[in-house]
């Protein structure tokens, strides 16, 4: 099975900007699709943003779009997520998912029976 690694996390102030990282070791030439999810304490583990392997197409939350980018690098079977001008609600553990379950336009937190998650990395924006 594919493990997830996940860094970057951080402190950091409203406004900043922090980049997540999430290395694939293990066989990963049927990935489907990788991307992040998030969890705030009390709250349920949400959809940040997610990359479609074959094509590279790309979604996001609401929340976040025009403030956040996915990408990857094929090379070295890594998955980022770029995070700019970041606010106190964004302040969450992240967690990368390989194979996420899509239904419809909508990406759900949970994965399938060929995924992974990451162990989570702490994001906290100051305010």
């Known amino acids: 099975q594919v493990q997830l690694v996940e860094s970057g996390g951080g402190l950091v102030q409203a406004g900043g900007s922090l980049r997540l990282s999430c290395a694939a070791s293990g066989r990963t030439d049927s990935t489907y699709a990788m991307g992040w999810f998030r969890q705030a304490p009390g709250t349920e583990r949400q959809f940040v943003a997610v990359?479609?392997?074959?094509?590279?197409?790309?979604y996001y939350a609401d929340s976040v779009k025009g403030r956040f980018t996915i990408s990857r690098d094929d090379a070295n079977n890594t998955v980022y997520l770029q995070m700019n001008s970041l606010k106190s609600e964004d302040t969450a553990v992240y967690s990368c998912?390989?194979?996420?379950?899509?239904?419809?336009?909508?990406?759900?937190?949970?994965?399938?029976?060929?995924?992974?998650w990451g162990q989570g990395t702490q994001v906290t924006v100051s305010s």
């Open positions: 998912a390989l194979d996420p379950l899509q239904f419809g336009n909508k990406w759900l937190p949970y994965v399938k029976s060929s995924g992974s």
């Open positions: 990359l479609r392997w074959n094509d590279g197409t790309t």
